[in-house]
C-alpha cells in the first residue's frame, strides 16, 4: 500500500490540534515560519527533533525529480547558541541506486536576544562541515542574518511575529539558500492559542501555512511552497534542563 506522506502530515495536523501555539521549525528543521529561518531561539536546553516533507518541484538536490524527507535534530544550550543536524533522503529512488542521504551540520549564533524594544538578532552557518572541505556536496549552504520581533496589538486580540534578515550569495563558500533579502510575519489569534498562521518570503518563493501545537510538546506545520506545492513538518520538543 503506498502512502501519501503529504496527506498524512496534513491530517494529523488537524486531528492533533490541541493546546498552545509555540516556536517550532521550518521544513529545514530550522527555528523559522514555513520556510525561513527566525532569530528566535528555543529555551537554553531544548532538545527539538522531528521531519519534514520537501517537495520534487521546489528541489534542486533532487534536480526537481523527486520528492525528499528530511530528519532533523536541534540543541540549544548556553542561551546563545544552536546546534542543528539535519539528514535528508530523496523518496521513491530506483532500486540499487547509489543516492546517499545529504547532511546538513547547521550552527546559528544569537547576536541579541528580544527585549521590549529591541528585536532578536541571530546570525546561521548552514551546511558548515561540506562548506569548509570541498563544498562539491553541498545543496543546502546558507550564511544569513537574520532579525525578529513579536507584537502583542491587545485592541485586536492578536500577536504578529515579524521577521527580516538577508543572506550572502557568497561567505567562504558559494550557498544555495536564503540568498539576498527574505522575511515574513506570523498571526496568532488570542482564542486561539493553539493554531498559528504563517507567511515568508524565502529569497525565491512565497509560501504560506499553518502551525498547531499538540499536548504542549508535539509540533504540527502543514503548508505550501508558491502555492502550488505540499510541505509540511512534525517535531517533538522537551528541555533536557
Request: aromatic share 14%; net charge positive.
Amino acid at each position: 500500500m503506498k502512502v501519501c506522506i503529504p496527506h498524512l502530515l496534513l491530517i494529523a495536523s488537524f486531528f492533533f490540534s490541541f493546546s498552545l501555539a509555540g516556536l517550532t521549525q521550518s521544513d529545514s528543521g530550522i527555528p523559522g515560519y514555513v520556510r525561513i529561518p527566525v532569530a528566535t531561539f528555543n529555551e537554553d536546553g531544548s532538545l527539538l527533533f522531528g521531519t519534514s516533507f520537501l517537495p520534487r518541484e521546489h528541489l534542486s538536490y533532487s534536480n526537481y525529480a523527486s520528492d525528499a524527507l528530511a530528519v532533523y535534530a536541534n540543541l540549544t544550550f548556553l542561551s546563545c547558541l544552536e546546534v542543528d543536524l539535519r539528514v535528508t533522503r530523496k523518496l521513491n529512488i530506483p532500486s540499487g541506486s547509489q543516492h546517499v542521504v545529504d547532511r546538513v551540520p547547521t550552527i546559528r549564533f544569537r547576536i541579541l536576544k528580544e527585549k521590549k524594544w529591541v528585536p532578536a538578532v541571530a546570525v546561521g552557518l548552514h551546511d558548515v562541515i561540506t562548506s569548509l572541505e570541498s563544498g562539491a556536496a553541498r545543496h543546502f549552504g546558507a550564511s544569513y542574518v537574520v532579525v525578529t520581533k513579536n507584537f502583542h496589538l491587545a485592541k485586536l486580540h492578536l500577536d504578529v511575529g515579524t521577521t527580516a534578515g538577508w543572506g550572502a550569495s557568497h561567505f567562504i563558500w558559494d550557498n544555495n539558500e536564503f540568498i539576498g533579502p527574505f522575511g515574513g510575519f506570523s498571526l496568532n489569534i488570542d482564542k486561539l492559542k493553539w493554531m498559528k498562521l504563517l507567511c515568508d518570503y524565502d529569497g525565491v518563493t512565497c509560501n504560506a501555512g499553518m502551525r498547531f501545537v499538540c499536548f504542549k510538546h508535539l509540533f504540527l506545520t502543514a503548508g505550501t511552497i508558491s502555492f502550488n506545492s505540499f510541505t509540511g513538518t512534525i517535531s517533538y520538543c522537551f528541555n533536557l534542563l
